[in-house]
């Protein structure tokens, strides 16, 4: 059983309208109780929903993050973006960054960092997503790929307090899959040795459900859990919280 202060970051995707607000009354009564404990709720909802769930959250303190932002201090012409100084004056407080499902449509490390610089100047929490496919599991690359993606994405990055790791195992991604305990925990441990000094918080994210729940709390080298398709479900969503903690 943990006692520490863990996060649990939802992250909406590509779903969600004004009538699923009403969904949302079940987390922002629980998120008043003394159930929650010491769990965080981050919410990460599409564009078009910020401002609204800023609105609905308004007396409690889930808080607020964007999907991803584009690399441009600046505003400018980039017809279907937003930048991250635009996201902050959204009232979000986070931004997912480096997800897969936009590193596989080209999002490259480079461009990543220029992303993670940007959002950490405009005073975002950066929410650094990590993950290895499953040809690269394979081919036992996965260290050598999260050490790359961890040293491109986070070059040149001196203050990393405001950086939250997320490994996200591609292959696990809406899969139900996850991996193996003992190795989760390896990998875990890893990322924080690539860290000198003062560590990020890292975040586990790939099919996390309410039952896995239960096996995926063991690790204790984690401070929360980046969550997808559950998250849309309230209950879910709660119910993962309260095992973590249970
Ligand atoms: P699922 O929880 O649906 O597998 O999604 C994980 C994810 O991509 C969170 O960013």
């Not at 996060?7 to 109780?33: C, E, H, P, Q």
């Not at 599409?46 to 993050?65: A, H, M, Q, R, V």
């Not at 899969?175 to 560590?199: A, C, H, N, R, S």
Request: hydrophobic share 35%; aromatic share 8%.
């Amino acid at each position: 059983m943990t006692n520490k202060i863990m996060y649990f970051i939802a992250n909406w995707k590509m779903y969600g309208n004004l009538k699923s607000l009403n969904t949302l009354d079940k987390v922002i009564r629980f998120s008043k109780s003394k159930e929650i404990k010491k769990g965080r709720l981050i919410y990460c909802p599409p564009y078009t929903l910020i401002s609204s769930f800023l609105k609905k959250f308004e007396n409690c303190l889930i808080d607020i993050g964007g999907q991803n932002c584009h690399e441009s201090e600046d505003y400018g012409s980039h017809t279907g973006f937003v930048n991250s100084k635009m996201l902050k004056s959204s009232g979000a407080n986070y931004v997912i960054l480096g997800h897969s499902e936009n590193r596989q449509k080209g999002e490259t490390d480079k461009l990543i960092n220029l992303k993670i610089k940007s959002a950490i100047k405009s005073k975002l929490k950066v929410i650094f997503c990590i993950g290895e496919t499953l040809s690269e599991k394979k081919r036992k690359k996965t260290k050598s790929i999260l050490s790359k993606q961890i040293k491109l994405g986070l070059k040149k990055i001196k203050k990393k307090s405001n950086i939250f790791v997320a490994y996200e195992p591609v292959w696990s991604i809406g899969t139900g899959k996850i991996p193996k305990i003992d190795e989760l925990e390896q990998t875990v441990e890893f990322i924080k040795k690539k860290f000198k000094g003062k560590l990020p918080k890292i975040l586990y994210g790939g099919s996390v459900n309410p039952e896995n729940i239960r096996n995926l709390k063991k690790i204790t080298n984690l401070d929360g859990f980046l969550i997808g398709g559950a998250s849309q479900n309230s209950k879910k969503f709660i119910d993962i919280v309260k095992k973590t903690y249970n």
